[in-house]
């Protein structure tokens, strides 16, 4: 007679960016939660993947690279000069202060670093240079924002995709702004600046199943999150 198979209890995967006390978060849960990240394999586990029928909606994950201020701005005086923003007089110091220059240092245009950073014309640049179509829906697939590492550092980065979007940046697109961006680095999935919480939704309620317009199929470059 052969022996009884032995019972055993599978324990469910521990989350990812969930509270530190496993209920609600607290101010010390945002180091916590950045150490777990960024994530390097490029399939995301499909937890992490939003769904409107979920109580529980994951924090956004942005593909791409954390580049630095410094070697963005750089890039963008050499291949994206057509997205450089200029204001009326320097900008501030990091106290907010004016500097201390002569008058006529106020009365002529200065690049204004967050506008050209974060502003629309960047992403309609980059994407000229992708040779992708400007659209709204296009313009989703590029998006300059600060990316943090494990210690919680910020800096600028340049995302390229978004499990809030669902979109991210195809061939031969992506090769052709890699090699550009960071030859030597991959893309990573980094934790959204903001969204970097669990929260809780309202269910949606299924309907009958329709045939639906594929996304990729409604941009240039681009395809849904695996």
Known sequence: ???APEMRTVSPPKLLFTPANGKAYTP???HHVFSQQPLENPVLPRYLIPSPTSRMKPPELKYGWR???EKF???IHTHFTDAIQYSIGPELDDDGNELDLPPEAFQRPHVNTDATLFGLPIVDSILRYLGVKITDGNRTLIDVDYLSDSQGRADVGLAVGSTYTGMVLMEPHYSKLKALVSPNEDT???LGFDNWQ???QVPKKMS???AKKSMAAATDG???VP
């Open 1 to 3: 007679m052969s022996a």
């Open 28 to 30: 010390e849960d945002r």
């Open 67 to 69: 580049v630095g201020e």
């Open 73 to 75: 701005l750089s890039l």
């Open 188 to 190: 990573k999935w980094y």
């Open 198 to 200: 669990w929260r809780r």
């Open 208 to 210: 009958k199943p329709k």
């Open 222 to 224: 681009s395809a849904n």
